[in-house]
């Protein structure tokens, strides 16, 4: 009995024991605590629990100040909104309004002409991206379309049919067609061949009258008809484009026969019921809203936006019939781009070419050269990525079975050919073409 009753009182010390232990350890985690504890008081309980996991407690709210819209811009920040639980205040810009008294968490612009929309978004003083480049000196973080890729898309689609005579063609003072024109011309400029620059508003024909619509598709195609034919003709816009293919049907100069059209936006509506459908270079706007969301909702978190603009390269060129044409003077050549064109899917290599030209392989390769100005398998490694492109973008086809639809023996040949044209892996190229 007396030995249970010494065994009992060891027990029961030792549970002293612990419970003192464990009551000072206590003490020191609660005291260590009480900083985020305080820093909590006063929350919800699930506002409390959300803070502990990094999450946000309300949904940001996101002010669209567009002075100039397009549907695909306006869908690309509608996705990432959607992803990311955004409240998107209507965007009431495009009706002159501007919403001064504005309480939210941040601002997509697109600060064009207007100077009340520029002076509410520096003084609302909320993060911001814009997507116009019509005001360099405000310093917000930028998204923009490459302006410079597009024309050098456009440029490589000319020479590569053998064109000689350059012209592009804008109407007003606007950073993008500057940015546009410029570009055209110095990537032609690099490859020894000049353009002419059509400006409407520069010439002297120029008249903002109530007949100026008139006045300038007059001298339009005046100009037009002076130029030297086969003639290339890159347009500002689609609409500009359309100006151009107005006016030549006006003075009797065929399109595509005389002159390939190509324009940019890829905007206009039922293109392809057209008499002449007009090629045009995707832009990729959607990507451009979707990064330009993407930046912002970086920079509500406090993290700081890039210095200079991030651009985002065009998707692809579509071509339709207005730049349908090829102006190589050697038959043999000229033989030799539309067996490619046709056949680029199938394993062929420049001797099968050389046998479509009805030339021998080094004459073939000489000519091609002289003409095309690269050598025919550089040509046809080009036509290949292109249509590759095209497949990522528009297909769920794996990886392997596109290789072969571009005339590929292996996909390991394939991603290698694709890193080195285009910077980027199949895999990547496809994940952003689904995406915009």
């Known amino acids: ?25 206590l003490q020191k985690c609660v005291k260590f605590l009480r900083p985020a504890e305080s820093a909590q008081k006063g929350l919800p309980r699930a ?25 695909r811009l306006h869908r690309g920040i509608e996705k990432y909104a959607q992803q990311h639980g955004w409240h998107l205040s209507s965007d009431v810009t495009h009706e ?50 490459d302006h410079a890729a597009c024309a050098r898309l456009v440029a490589e689609h000319f020479l590569t049919r053998g064109l000689k005579n ?21 990537a032609l400029s690099d490859t020894g061949h000049p353009c002419n620059w059509l400006r409407w508003h520069r010439s002297p024909a120029h008249d903002t009258g109530r007949f100026q619509w008139k006045q300038k598709r007059d001298w339009l195609a005046a100009e037009l008809k002076r130029a030297p034919k086969p003639l290339a003709v890159f347009a500002a816009t689609d609409d500009h484009a359309l100006e151009v293919l107005e006016s030549c049907e006006r003075s009797g100069i065929s ?33 451009v809203g979707y990064r330009g969301a993407e930046m912002l909702d970086q920079m509500m978190r406090g993290k700081k936006g890039p210095v200079g603009p ?30 490619m064109w046709t056949h680029c899917h199938e394993p062929i290599g420049v001797d099968a070419l050389a046998r479509a030209a009805s030339m021998s392989l080094r ?61 980027m892996s199949p895999k990547k190229y496809q994940k952003q073409a689904i995406l915009s």
């Open 255 to 287: 399109v595509p026969d005389q002159v390939s059209l190509i324009g940019m936006n890829n905007s206009l509506l039922a293109v392809e019921a057209m008499h002449t459908p007009i090629s045009s270079v995707n832009t990729n706007l959607e990507l």
């Open 1 to 25: 009995m007396g030995g249970r009753v010494w065994i009992f009182r060891i027990h029961k010390n030792i549970s002293r024991l612990f419970h003192s232990c464990n009551l000072v350890i």
């Open 96 to 145: 002159k309004v501007i919403p001064w008294g504005w309480e939210g968490d941040g601002i997509l612009a697109w600060l064009g002409t207007g100077d009340d929309l520029a002076e509410f978004v520096v003084q609302a003083k909320k993060p911001t991206v814009d997507f116009s480049f019509r005001r360099p000196q405000l310093k917000f973080p930028r998204v923009l379309v």
């Open 363 to 423: 004459s073939f390769h000489e000519a091609f050269v002289e003409n095309v100005g690269r050598p025919p398998g550089h040509e046809l490694q080009r036509i290949r990525i292109e249509r590759a492109k095209k497949l990522l973008a528009g297909s769920n086809e794996k990886k392997d079975a596109i290789a072969r639809l571009c005339g590929y023996q292996s996909a390991n040949s394939f991603w290698v050919a694709f890193k080195r044209a285009t910077g």
């Open 166 to 186: 350059f012209v592009f063609y804008s109407d007003r003072d606007n950073w993008a067609f500057e940015e546009n024109g410029a570009a055209f011309v110095r």
């Open 47 to 71: 506002e409390q629990k959300q803070q502990s996991l990094g999450m946000r407690t309300k949904s940001p709210r996101v002010l669209l100040a567009l002075g100039w819209y397009d549907y």
């Open 310 to 339: 991030v651009r985002i390269p065009p998707l692809e060129l579509i071509t339709r019939k207005s730049s349908d044409l090829i102006a190589i003077g050697h038959p043999g050549v000229a033989q030799s781009l539309r067996f």
